[in-house]
């Protein structure tokens, strides 16, 4: 699913969460040099909440040439230059862009270039102020995370203020900071920024009717910048005293619904005291977006929230009081501001031996735990719950990462591995390709979190803040796709836990030829070449091969390889299809138009349609050209790179015949002999370029098709167009000039058979019967000529008078060619083949005698170029005689081919049956010809070829993953399949599906030996049981992500919905949502392979944990009532033998100087220090760190996820208790990790699955 950034290297964004805290940027250091436009933005950001958001706004100085430019008028031609050069400039870290509504920012184009679309045209004045309020909420909060240009633009400052300056001032102004994140630390837009709500803890409910305050800051800005933000949104609300800033589980209920005061009755058992490391930046923090904060202003009587660490409370009012605090706290009363109170800290507890330790940048998300001591007796409860069933809270839109974790940390034999510490021994941080062993460790502490069943939900910060620095398509709060992370996550591990510490260089074989033991050789040569550079836990459990074969169409080389797979991507058998339909013109005029219904596939190209109707209409399929029309124009070049389903319903298709090739094929490539395709477009009286009113088309445009001869003879083309123009009027006739018939042209010419007896010179006559006789020849008498004739003439006329009168027949007229002066021809030039999107707008036509001028020198002397257009100007009553009452454009014969009725039927029985995953499986082992885009080079023919292209299994893995690709997407449509998939629980054999079998099976029937070419174990069969399904609700852009999985130790399954999991059946894991099927292989053998072992040697010699006298020196004081830490032995499942026990090591984490210690238990219900401990020695408080969960729990202390509530957990060791002696030793003062003064742990997320 993609859900999809833009790939530009600018914008691309990855995630370094050991980047050491960015300055704080601040609004009121805004450089620009418009102040009105910086005033505005503070007023607007105070009105959203946002008024404390870190934004420089690093705009250069205007000259005064900028000035000018910006105030003078500038055309929409050179407005566009002038933004678009702006936006071109790279991103810089610290400066401000601007999101734009992509619907606005199209708008502003089409009214720069005078373009007019389906939507019609638009002009400046009609534009207005940048208009976002598609993007935003009624509070101007954004909806949802915005995509680059299928949403939003991202512009820079000075090209906004431009706009602003233009069209006037934005209603939703949407700024938003460029930061740098990731190990590359590659700078990119943080297009959501953290947003916090704030509230004010009272005494009592009362009368104030406000709404909680919001706070939007970068993930770049430190605990520091947010506490004071916090203090300084509520100044108009709250005291000046001193405060406290406590934080709100996130999973409370109700919290929604509060308003901005909150009394300490509702909070005051649902909060943490917030005492975060000040140096910290938030995303270091693991604060999220939409963390709820509580401000505590100190009352008259002391404290309002309680401090159940103290006696008595008026020992906490003694200690807290405004007198006591007054000499620490400057006029301003606030406890927290960087003038005062972190200065206060830095002077109370200033020490050389942390000084160093203080300022040292945290590069590293993960680093062993060492174990501190601490005053506080924690009043702990040991609740246990079933190993495997801790849920995963919903930090933002995660539920795809919670749903792909679950389903991973199922897998038992993957568990083993990391809970006996195997992985700690295979970590292989030196890989160039790995992401130095941070991914394995984080998932071994997650996964020991997971299975210590000390609580019932968890929030996996600490994995996603690794996950998002080596992944930072991951990072941020939009919704991402499971298949995407565990496919990044696998190879991650893969690479972190390749035992190959040093690649070497393998050839991959090639295919030689030959029968079914040379297709073995190159098998297992192929896979031992690979596992020469690829050797881990990954492989040995999830890795498969699959065998490649290609043939060439034109010599038939067969080549063949073997490449290994991690996931099995099955495509559904089911066509999504389109109907849709097309009007076709045939070249000859004769032939009537016909509009034809088609029905395709929504991902086939308009490549298919022609061949589609090339098949049906008897014509070449290299001479049809498809266009789409809107407007009386084309308005879209329909080539092979437009997908037939990307159109939509209110789209007119018309494919048009030509005497030869169309030229639309994305192969071709322009010869100088080639003909000229020019678009004809008719047009009403043309008015000059840049005078007031619109140039308008009218009627059908069509194509003429001109060879290198008629492209050079202007009346040759203006014939052409006429001879095409026939088609579509009922005067057809009138377009040509006629000669009449004279009566000789109706006279029919009678053959007379001539008698061979007869001389040749001699007299015939042809009697009535038509045979010729000779005659005498006879001369009249000689006599008065004037008598003669007299007596002839009356002769004549006697006999005419004594006739029939006789009608004489003229012949059919004749067409002496067509008429002059109906249109004029015009010729544009044009950027676009076919005349795509043409508009006359502000373009003038170019002269023929400019053209005829330009050609003198050519050879041939073509007058066109290749994207000309031609616009045949119609004066009114030509128009009106011709078209009005005569066009012929709207009248069309149906014609619908039987192949298209097949199709139908046959689609409607597929409807009936249900799909299965066989069906699936027989779909990618189905043989296919590759795309013009996916050419293979044929060694033999040497050239690129579309071979026909086939997959199979060749071996399977243990473990093996199902995707169902329900996803599909193209250049502008994203679909999802929701088809049920029919799919076995138990029993899925892939035994006839695998190659190696088969072959191996034909082989031992010819008597080979097997074992000699490495095929072992064939005779039981590869029979597979389901144990995970990560399913997806929901459409495209959004939707939820859940698992089924079952538990290999209570042989339960479980259903798992972000932080919630309740018990299910197997049955209920094969619904239509189904997406990713995890499969165990049912064998006799052990699981795994060379991982097997190492886990087998794990359990029988477990490592040696810390001394009895270590743990005295470093544990945390136990309790009178409750016995010392044991090891946790971890239950192992019911078909493992019981004689093996699986006990987890002390420490799961990576190596390093505190390998073998075990981390302190969390502490519950510690109390906060109050006002004085605050204050005491904060900068203990701010040098320890920790950054991963303990993995190891106590099970007579609470684990990180227990508490009184069901949903409540702890974050890990960031929320623990520490000591807040000033006294204590620096060595234990500045240790590795931090225990903070909160007495209660973290909540569970609990986001509404809506955001999903």
């Known amino acids: ?225 947010l506490i004071d933000s916090l203090v300084d949104a509520l100044q108009q609300y709250g005291s000046r005293h001193p405060t406290r800033i406590w934080k709100l589980h996130t999973d409370t209920e109700g919290a929604d619904q509060w308003s901005l005061d909150v009394p300490v009755a509702d909070v005051k058992d649902k909060v943490d005291f917030f005492n975060e490391n000040p140096r910290k930046t938030l995303e270091d923090a693991l604060l999220e977006s939409g963390d709820v904060f509580i401000v505590e202003y100190l009352a008259g009587s002391g404290p309002i929230m309680p401090n159940p660490d103290r006696d008595s409370q008026a020992e906490v ?144 910060r600490d994995f996603k803040a690794v996950l998002q620095r080596f992944a930072p398509q991951f990072g941020g709060y939009q919704q991402h796709d499971s298949q995407e992370l565990v496919a990044f996550l696998l190879d991650g591990l893969h690479e972190d836990l390749n035992r190959v510490k040093k690649k070497p260089y393998v050839e991959k074989p090639d295919w030689e030829g030959g029968g079914d033991k040379e297709l073995v050789a190159l098998a297992r040569e192929s896979w031992e070449g690979y596992m020469k550079r690829n050797d881990s836990v990954i492989v040995d459990l999830f890795q498969g091969q699959y065998q490649s074969t290609l043939v060439c169409p034109e010599c038939e080389k067969v080549s063949i390889t073997f490449d290994p797979f991690m996931y099995l991507t099955l495509p559904l058998p089911i066509k999504k299809t389109w109907t849709h339909d097309v009007y076709y013109v045939p070249w000859d005029a004769d032939k009537p138009h016909v509009k034809v219904s088609v029905e395709l596939n929504r991902d086939a190209s308009f490549k298919e349609v022609r061949q589609t109707l090339g098949r049906w209409m008897d014509a070449n399929p290299e001479h049809l050209l498809t266009l789409e029309i809107f407007s009386n124009r084309f308005y879209k070049d329909l080539n092979d790179h437009v997908t037939w389903g990307e159109m939509t319903d209110n789209d007119v298709f018309v494919c048009y015949e030509l005497p030869g090739p169309s030229l639309q094929s994305r192969s071709h490539k322009r010869q100088e002999d080639d003909p000229y395709v020019i678009p004809v477009f008719l047009s009403d009286a043309i008015r000059p370029a840049r005078t007031f009113g619109n140039n308008s088309f009218f009627g059908y445009p069509f194509i003429i098709w001109l060879d290198q001869k008629d492209a050079c003879d202007e009346e040759a083309m203006y014939n052409l167009i006429l001879s095409r123009l026939e088609r579509w009027t009922g005067n057809a006739r009138e377009l040509s000039r006629w000669e009449a018939g004279s009566p000789t042209d109706s006279l029919e010419e009678v053959p007379i058979p001539l008698s061979s007896d007869a001389p040749a010179d001699s007299t015939v006559e042809i009697n009535e019967n038509g045979d010729v006789i000779p005659v005498e020849d006879s001369y009249p008498e000689e006599g008065d000529i004037v008598d003669q004739k007299d007596t002839v003439i009356r002769e004549s006329q006697d006999e005419v008078l004594d006739e029939e009168p006789v009608e004489l027949k003229f012949g059919s007229p004749r067409k002496l060619g067509f008429k002059k002066d109906i249109f004029q021809l015009h010729i544009y030039t044009h950027e676009k083949p076919y005349g795509e999107n043409f508009s006359l707008g502000l373009k003038s036509g170019v002269s023929w005698e400019t053209r005829r001028e330009e050609a003198k020198d050519q050879d041939p002397p073509v007058l066109v170029r290749p994207n000309d257009v031609f616009v045949c100007e119609f004066d009114s009553h030509m128009k009106e005689f011709y078209f009005l009452e005569h066009k012929q454009w709207d009248k069309w014969d149906e014609f619908e081919h039987p192949e298209l009725k097949a199709n139908r039927e046959a689609a409607r029985s597929a409807k009936k049956r249900s799909i299965s995953l066989q069906d699936c499986l027989d779909e990618f082992t189905k043989e296919e010809q590759l795309g013009e885009d996916d050419l293979w080079y044929c060694p033999r023919c040497k050239k ?226 109050s006002f004085d401990d605050s204050a005491l020695d904060p900068l203990i408080l701010a040098t320890h760190r920790f950054d991963m969960p303990d993995p190891l729990p106590s099970p007579s202390l609470p684990s990180p996820s227990s508490s009184n509530e069901a949903e409540m957990d702890s974050d890990g060791p960031d929320d623990r208790a520490s000591n807040s002696n000033p006294n204590s030793p620096p060595s234990q003062r500045a240790g590795l990790w931090s225990v903070r003064p909160g007495p209660h742990p973290r909540r569970v997320p609990d986001l509404d699955d809506e955001m999903d």
């Open 944 to 1169: 690129h070829q579309q071979a026909t292209k086939r997959f199979d299994l060749w071996k399977v893995p243990d473990v093996l993953v199902v995707h169902l690709k329900r996803f599909s997407s193209s250049r502008t449509l994203r679909d999802k399949i929701d088809a049920f998939v029919d799919f076995p629980v138990e029993g899925l054999d892939l035994t006839p599906m695998v190659g190696e079998r088969r072959v191996a099976t034909r082989l031992a029937e010819e008597g080979v030996d097997i074992q000699s070419l490495g095929l072992e174990d064939t005779d039981e069969p590869l029979m597979y049981d389901l144990y995970a399904v990560d399913e997806h609700l929901g459409g495209l852009g959004g939707g939820h992500y859940r698992a089924f999985a079952h538990n290999h130790v209570t042989d339960k399954w479980y259903h798992f919905d972000d932080s919630h999991v309740s018990p299910s059946s197997a049955n209920y894991a094969v619904n239509s949502n189904a997406y990713l099927l995890f499969y165990k292989r049912r064998t006799t053998r052990p699981l795994g392979g060379k991982s097997h072992e190492k886990i087998e040697a794990a359990r029988q010699h477990p490592k040696a944990t810390t001394s009895d006298a270590a743990m005295e020196d470093t544990q945390l004081p136990t309790p009178p009532s409750e016995p010392m830490r044991p090891l946790i032995s971890l239950p192992r499942s019911h078909h493992d033998d019981a004689d093996v026990g699986w006990s987890t090591p002390p420490d799961t984490r990576s190596s390093s100087a505190s390998r073998g210690s075990s981390s302190p238990p969390p502490l519950d219900d510690v109390d906060p220090p």
């Open 317 to 460: 009012s003694g200690a807290s009081t405004p007198q006591s605090t007054a000499s620490a706290t400057p006029a301003s009363g606030r406890l927290f501001g960087p003038s005062n109170f972190f200065d206060q800290m830095q002077t109370q507890s200033r020490q050389p031996s942390t000084s160093t330790d203080l300022v040292k940048a945290d590069n590293s998300v993960l680093r062993p735990a060492a174990l501190i001591k601490s005053n506080f007796v924690p009043r702990a409860r040991s609740v246990k719950h079933e190993p495997g069933t801790l849920g995963l809270s919903n930090m933002g839109n995660t539920c795809f990462m919670n749903s792909a974790i679950q389903c991973l940390a199922h897998t038992q034999e993957l568990m083993d591995y990391f809970l006996l510490g195997v992985f700690e021994e295979e970590l292989n941080p030196e890989n160039p390709l790995g992401m130095q062993g941070a991914i394995a460790q984080a998932f071994g502490s997650l996964s020991s979190k997971i299975w210590d069943g000390s609580g019932t939900s968890y929030s996996p």
């Open 1 to 225: 699913m993609d859900s999809q950034p833009s790939s530009s290297s600018k914008r691309s964004i990855s995630v370094d969460p050991s980047q050491e805290s960015q300055p704080s940027y601040d609004l009121a250091s805004l450089s620009v040099s418009d102040a009105t436009l910086a005033a505005d933005i503070d007023a607007y950001m105070a009105d959203q909440g946002e008024a404390s958001i870190p934004a420089t706004l690093d705009v250069p100085t205007q000259s005064a040439q900028d000035n000018d430019i910006a105030t003078s008028g500038l055309s929409g031609e050179q407005k566009l230059e002038l933004i678009d050069s702006h936006c071109k400039v790279p991103m810089v870290p610290g400066t401000t862009w601007y999101l734009v509504s992509r619907r606005w920012y199209k708008r502003w184009r089409k009214a720069c270039t005078g373009e007019v679309d389906k939507e019609g045209g638009v002009t400046e004045a009609e534009l207005g102020p940048v208009d976002n309020s598609v993007l935003v909420d009624a509070a101007g909060i954004l909806v949802s995370p915005p995509v680059e240009r299928v949403d939003v633009e991202y512009i820079p400052a000075q090209a906004w203020s431009y706009f602003e300056d233009w069209y006037g001032k934005a209603q939703w102004p949407l700024p938003r900071r460029v930061i740098t994140r990731g190990i590359m630390n590659e700078p990119g837009l943080e297009v959501m920024p953290p947003r916090f709500k704030v509230h004010i803890v009272t005494q009592a409910s009362t009368n104030r009717d406000l709404a909680p305050v919001n706070v939007v800051l970068s993930t770049k800005d430190t605990v520091s910048t």
